[in-house]
């Protein structure tokens, strides 16, 4: 199958490096960062994991999708935010049987792909790992232990299915444990819910994991955005987030205490944009959706939201 | 009348210096901090304000309120947080007819000062005017124009009545415009309102009052605070606050907006305790009493405690 990956950053050249390494032989990689595309087109990719290094080579690559062609499935790798604005730059390679699968984090992500194409083409899901890119050419993978690659399809079809379950065999094949559900949102709230509440509370207070876990106001804030998280999706036909978090309390602290997560980082060390939108602002969205209330994740988005657009005048000492 | 004031930093110490100025002739300053009390005591206190620098003396002072015997009036003037405590200490000087009145800032002092003595006895408001304390001996008054003292009994009775007008003559006689009101709860209100919103979400988002102002979701977590404090208000039998909100607006932007606020002064610039707990975390506390949601006020006063608890842990780059 002909596959394009949409914003070739950490997490879309590790993906791709894995579908390679697992047999996938069409594979473009499309970003706008240019040394990388031509690094990667020159001498091929390094992928490194726990398993070792991996030179692979064989991608074709372009800093824009409009001049790949038709492909049989597109994945959009990039920022959530920019989602809406690769759908549109990506339309030329979408075709009436192409999939379009969004391996990004978050919630609401196969909402925006909805806008552009039929449902019974997206496929929505993400992996369970941490991604770098060190250099041009150079990706790096950190896959959880177990099932680290999760997606499905937001309406089952034949086209879907035989992306999907393509996508499946290329992953596992390639070195990591992925599955193709039927209904994938169970997984991707558990994944969600966890992040919202970290990522939001710790970026807020400037504080990592095992800090804000430390201190009852800051472990309040996490238990209340959970708790709304797993009552929307309860209103959405997904139950068991809740009795899955009261078990995740003690994962995250115990195996990430020590780090300040992706928003806080994005927030505190790079003052850029943070994927708030993706997390507590999606649980929101979808809250009102289904007439569930959502008030720590109204508020705390609005904090996330005003600090991100103000981080020059902010006062720092 | 015998007067006491208990803590008398900067504001005790304004307060003093007018009553003193307007004629009251028996005042003990109680404080730890030893400098000053010793420069009053020696050579007296000098007030500055916008009419000129007063030289006061006269003073008793004293560093524990235990030495001071029995008073006919005690002006309660240490942190918010600090109340319980300092009633406590305070007892020895307070006899059966004597007169505790609260004119610190923010909602809910009176109901701390209830816990230990009848209702009928307790007189609280506060003042609407900047004060400082730059150096031993000397304190600076910035009182606003017009009515700029305000307080009233908690529950109307002839002792409360004689303190109360009271303090009212040596206030006007020394400069103020104060005014003793049967029910005050509609100007502590204005105040504490206004203040719990701009006061909470510049020291959350790091911003002066003009910069939260221009930020469409920083300005809309200070009106949903004063929404939910007015709505608080309006259960309490206090109507009017949200109307009065839509003209404080615009005068609190235009008359401050190039100010960072009294809370995130303490939490940015000196990483000190705030007084959160008699702003939105007060409005949260009358909130639960009387059955009014008020989620805002609840989630960031959360927040604001566990960012003062963790000043050290924060990082900042």
Chains 1, 2 share one sequence.
């Not at 579908?19 to 990388?36: N, Q, T």
């Not at 499935?73 to 549109?88: D, G, L, P």
């Not at 050419?137 to 232990?145: E, I, Q, T």
Request: glycine share 10%; with cysteine.
């Amino acid at each position: 199958m002909k596959i394009a990956i949409i914003g070739s950053g950490a997490a879309g050249s590790v993906f791709a490096g894995y579908l390679r390494k697992g047999g996938a032989e069409d594979i473009w990689l499309v970003d706008l960062y240019k040394a990388h595309m031509d690094k990667v087109r020159k001498d091929g990719l390094i992928l490194r994991n726990p398993a070792g290094e991996f030179h692979l080579t064989g991608f074709q690559t372009a800093y824009s999708a409009d001049e790949i062609g038709i492909m049989d499935i597109v994945i959009i790798m990039v920022k959530a935010t920019q989602t809406e604005a690769a759908m549109r730059t990506a339309a030329p390679c979408i075709g009436p049987e192409t999939v379009v699968v969004t391996l990004q984090n978050g919630l609401g992500n196969d909402e925006n792909i909805k806008k552009f194409i039929p449902d019974d083409r997206v496929i929505f899901g993400c992996g369970n790992m941490g991604t770098e890119l060190p250099e041009p050419g150079v990706c790096v993978a950190k896959p959880a232990k177990g099932n680290n690659m999760f997606f499905g399809p937001s309406v089952k079809s034949a086209l879907a299915d035989a992306a999907g379950t393509y996508l499946e065999k290329c992953f596992a094949a390639g070195g990591l444990e992925p599955k193709y559900y039927d209904d994938v949102r169970p997984y991707i709230w558990r994944k969600a819910t966890s992040n919202s509440g970290f990522n939001t509370v710790c970026a807020i207070l400037r504080l990592k994991i095992g800090e804000v876990y430390d201190d009852s106001n800051g472990v309040a804030l996490v238990w209340d955005i959970w708790k709304e998280a797993s009552d929307v999706a309860e209103a959405m036909g997904i139950p068991g987030i809740w009795e899955y978090m009261q078990k995740e309390m003690q994962n995250v602290v115990t195996n990430l205490g020590d780090y300040y997560p992706s928003m806080a980082q994005d927030m505190l060390m790079h003052q850029r944009q943070t994927e708030v939108t993706a997390l507590t602002g999606a649980i929101s969205d979808y809250g009102k959706k289904h007439g569930v209330a959502t008030p720590t994740c109204d508020v705390l988005t609005r904090v996330v939201k005003a600090q991100e657009a103000n981080y020059a005048k902010q006062f720092v000492k």
